[in-house]
């Protein structure tokens, strides 16, 4: 069966999947709020961040087809992405509190303009622009996950809400972001294949999104007012707090650890997916000369958040059944490193599209599991500059792995790192349960965490 064919049956199928399984999973939701004011407080935040998230999945599954259209070599394409992870770890640990220091929503903004510099900048071929890139693709992707979610939550607690209607807006911007990568994948397919395939088109939307979205916070998000304390606080000291917090606390350790491995293993699967999926152009290939047939690698990613839906529909399931958190962390552990082991052994496109699709539902299933951990055991005062830290090893992952990209073999390598990652995931959460058990506080799974899961696949 051709590739496209299997894709646009997956695709089918996986929507399918995705209002059976929500509906099966539907009868224990918490019930949306009938506060108008809480309810204008969400469209507020969710506008924004489903903008932002819009235009990061937008480009997310032709990042690699633009560099290579471009003509570079394998290496080089993994030179710059371990530029972006490099970038990305050194300012995330620094970003948190600089939020907290200077004001969430600044932050915010200057995350959609670093960002929309990043995607401009990928109009060029010279390598040193797409380098310099990828640096400020690596700030923004920091203050994605760290500044929106700081906002929103202060901003929750100023207006007096309850805290418990936190885990409502928690939940409607996962759901959020699965319908919105979906979607993005389809309008980028159609983009990038209107007239001729040109795999730059969907950047340029993207900045359009990420402007749109700094405009609008602009005019409907008010100011977090930082304390003094936070104002004279040094961020190298905040930095060090949270690493004390980090090293005392064996279970915090493992936790974020093991997050380390997955998501390590994770990002290099973004990297290789689309190769093994869409075969490398013959040589001397560049947008200026005859376009090659490529399978509509927009349709692939959909189905690639599509899964992740369904995974999350799952682990509502499972935990309504009575499955502890680390029992379903393990599953997805151990059917992620199976997954990926197969771009190791088998080269067959349509073969691998299955498993990858597979690898996407566990994905689904981890995000949900992980962010209940996450949240039962990172303090609270600490979360921001704590989740920071978990980026430096899992970079440091990244990076090592990435730097083996010097050779045809070194893809298969590559995918048999990325599986013993996720074994070696599934053994430290086996450590984690047991150092849990001792200390008597196994905790019991939240609903609130059903939606879906955002940006596993094509980021």
């Known amino acids: 069966m051709p590739l496209s064919t299997l894709v646009h049956g997956t695709l089918v199928a996986c929507v399918a999947g995705v209002v059976a399984l929500h509906r099966l999973a539907d009868a224990r939701s918490v019930q949306v709020s009938k506060n108008a004011d809480f309810a204008a407080f969400q469209r507020k935040y969710l506008s924004v961040f489903l903008l932002v998230m819009a235009a990061d999945w937008l480009q997310g599954a032709h990042l690699y087809r633009l560099y290579e259209e471009y003509g570079f070599l394998e290496s080089q394409i993994a030179a710059l992405y371990v530029c972006g992870s490099v970038s990305a770890m050194i300012s995330g640990p620094w970003l948190g509190g600089m939020a907290d220091k200077y004001g969430r929503k600044k932050l915010s903004i200057f995350c959609c303009l670093a960002y929309s510099v990043c995607c401009a900048l990928q109009s060029s071929s010279n390598f040193f622009t797409l380098l310099l890139s990828r640096v400020f693709g690596g700030v923004s992707y920091s203050l994605l996950y760290t500044s929106f979610e700081s906002w929103m939550v202060s901003e929750h607690n100023r207006l007096g809400f309850d805290s418990e209607w936190l885990s409502r807006t928690f939940a409607l911007a996962t759901l959020g972001k699965g319908v919105v990568a979906a979607a993005a994948g389809v309008v980028a397919n159609v983009v990038v294949e209107f007239g001729t395939h040109n795999p730059l088109r969907p950047f340029l939307l993207a900045i359009v999104c990420l402007l749109a979205a700094a405009k609008l916070m602009q005019a409907t998000w008010s100011e977090h007012q930082p304390t003094p304390a936070e104002r004279l606080m040094p961020s190298s000291k905040s930095c060090l707090r949270s690493l004390r917090v980090l090293c005392s606390d064996r279970r915090v350790l493992l936790l974020g650890l093991i997050q380390s491995l997955y998501e390590a293993s994770m990002y290099v699967f973004v990297f290789l997916w689309t190769r093994s999926v869409d075969p490398p152009l013959p040589a001397g290939h560049t947008l200026s000369t005859e376009p090659a047939v490529h399978p509509p690698l927009g349709l692939i990613f959909s189905c690639f958040m599509l899964a992740i839906m369904m995974g999350s529909s799952i682990f509502r399931l499972l935990s309504e059944n009575g499955w502890s958190n680390t029992r379903i962390l393990n599953l997805s552990f151990l059917t992620g490193a199976a997954c990926l082991y197969s771009g190791a052994v088998f080269t067959k496109p349509s073969t691998l599209f299955i498993f990858f699709v597979l690898f996407e539902g566990a994905t689904g299933i981890y995000f949900p599991a ?73 905790v019991p799974l939240s609903p609130a965490y059903g939606g879906s899961g955002g940006g596993g696949g094509g980021g």
């Open 370 to 442: 992980i962010a209940t951990m996450r949240g039962e055991l990172v303090p609270e005062a600490d979360r921001a500059a704590v989740m920071g830290w978990f980026q430096v090893p899992r970079n440091t992952l990244i990076i090592l792995l990435l730097l083996l990209v010097n050779s045809a073999a070194s893809w298969e390598r590559l995918y048999t790192l990325a599986a013993l990652l996720c074994v070696l995931a599934a053994l430290l959460q086996r450590a984690l349960r047991i150092e849990i058990s001792t200390r008597t506080i196994e």
